[in-house]
């Protein structure tokens, strides 16, 4: 049996830019990143997360705006090898008048069946409803509080994820 795959998001999951802007949450540190011409980004990382990503059992893959980018400016500071990442294409950012989330479809259609758990702080019952009827494998759609980042309780959970599927 193939290892899950973990589709991660880094702004909300990995980069908590809804924390209060004046203070950095403990563990993190801060990059600076000019992915466009202009003011750079803000990013708050945890340099522990790669290892705990890692340590889950996943096949781990970049659900995110930042696609290939996050290779180049995430993966290395939390320790991450590079990853394959959704290629979100012309759909990027698309709206949908059902409410699904613009990367919900391709994820499904990315993952092909295989069992999947996401990380992502923007997700509703409109994507569970959308990939319980478009997706035919076990899939956990996990929210994570753009607020605090990735948590003790969230690895928890998809540790606890990736165990039922073994069993």
């Known amino acids: 049996m193939s290892r899950p795959l973990l589709f991660l998001d880094v702004d909300g999951p990995l980069n908590p830019y809804a924390a209060k802007p004046e203070r950095r949450p403990e563990g993190y540190t801060t990059i600076r990143v000019a992915l466009q011409p202009g003011r750079p980004l803000r990013v708050w990382l945890n340099p522990s997360h790669g290892a705990a990503l890692l340590g889950l059992g996943y096949e781990l893959c970049w659900a995110t705006t930042w696609m ?38 391709a994820i499904v259609a990315y993952a092909g069946g295989r069992a999947f758990a996401w990380v992502d702080d923007e997700q509703s019952a409109a994507d569970e409803a959308f990939v319980g009827a478009n997706h ?4 956990l759609l996990h929210h994570v509080s753009p607020r605090l980042g990735l948590r003790e309780g969230d690895f928890t959970a998809l540790s606890e994820f990736a165990a039922a599927l073994r069993t």
């Not at 590079?82 to 949908?96: I, K, Q, S």
């Open 68 to 105: 290939d980018a996050a290779n180049r400016w995430i993966g290395p500071v939390i320790g991450l090898p590079e990853l394959p990442y959704v290629d979100f294409g012309a759909r990027l950012f698309a709206f949908r008048a059902d409410g699904v989330h613009w990367k919900t479809e």
């Open 136 to 139: 035919s494998g076990p899939a």
